[in-house]
């Protein structure tokens, strides 16, 4: 396994490949690996024969008063963990390399960026999409790797994908979690002790909807009613309550099909963010 600084370098490494028709996965992370990340990594191991992680604390998609600075990093343990699962490039790239001085050139993926997290955090998607662009283009993937706990980023990316013809494919893989349900997050290290015994209870929220609605329950406020009375025994603050339509993200009064019931919260210091797809 090496690890690339260089943008160049790993282009150069990656032509190589590509020309012996190799196929190249993709897992675009922030590093600080958890086995949710691990998941992803499998599974781009089992579909490709080259195998990308790329390590970058993006500083486009932190709000200023954000936590990029706080952002746990640990590239040494993040190495080790990439290299047993049998990762041939970690792309570790410096602020400087992705964001040169004169940089102007931003992604906007509009409609599905303005409700759920878009609302709370304004110029987040739009770093999150400049970004996964520029990664795309760098690495040039065959498969790239997302998880259904961000399942707005990885609606907005795959959105974004379609749109610019990127001939990307965008797998989406399920979220991993603690044994009490808490969804694996990276952030989830900085939790208060108090925080990280209340934080399932955004876990146990949203299977409190899927069960209302798996036993019938088709009105949304209701149900976020419900959900809200749960979480705010243990939440500081509640940033959103949302039953979605997966495909535009709208908010949906009367439940029909699929929905996406999203959670944004404030626990133990830490805003965590967990959703569940329900079938009515
Ligand atoms: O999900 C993440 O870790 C980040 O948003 C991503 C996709 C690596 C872009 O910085």
Wanted: charged content about 30%; aromatic content about 8%.
């Amino acid at each position: 396994m090496k690890i690339i600084h260089s943008i160049n370098k790993l282009q150069k490494e990656l032509r190589r490949g590509r020309k012996k028709g190799l196929p190249v996965g993709f897992v675009p992370t922030m590093g600080f690996l958890h086995e949710g990340h691990l998941s992803l990594i499998r599974r781009a191991r089992k579909e490709n024969k080259v195998i990308v992680v790329s390590i970058f604390v993006n500083p486009a998609q932190f709000g200023p008063n954000e936590d990029y600075k706080k952002y746990p990093r640990d590239l040494r343990k993040d190495a080790a963990l990439c290299k047993k699962e049998g990762v041939d490039y970690i792309f570790y790239p410096a602020v400087k390399a992705m964001y040169p001085e004169g940089y102007s050139t931003y992604v906007k993926v509009e409609g599905l960026t303005e409700n759920l997290c878009g609302k709370y955090r304004p110029a987040h998607f739009r770093g999150v999409t400049t970004v996964v662009s520029k990664l795309f283009n760098i690495v040039r993937p065959d498969t790239a790797y997302f998880g259904q706990k961000d399942a707005q980023q990885a609606i907005v990316i795959r959105r974004m994908a379609e749109d610019l013809n990127m001939g990307i494919r965008i797998k989406v893989m399920p979220t991993a979690r603690e044994k009490d349900g808490l969804a694996m997050s990276s952030r989830n290290a900085y939790l208060s002790p108090d925080g990280r015994s209340a934080a399932p209870t955004v876990y146990r929220a949203l299977q409190l909807a899927g069960d209302l609605i798996k036993s019938g329950s088709r009105d949304a406020a209701k149900i976020k009613s419900g959900m809200r009375k749960m979480l705010s025994a243990a939440a500081d603050k509640i940033d959103y309550i949302s039953i979605v339509n997966p495909e535009d993200l709208k908010d949906v009064k009367k439940i029909k099909g699929k929905v996406l019931v999203a959670v944004a919260a404030w626990i133990g210091g830490m805003r965590l963010i967990d959703n569940i797809e329900v079938k009515a």
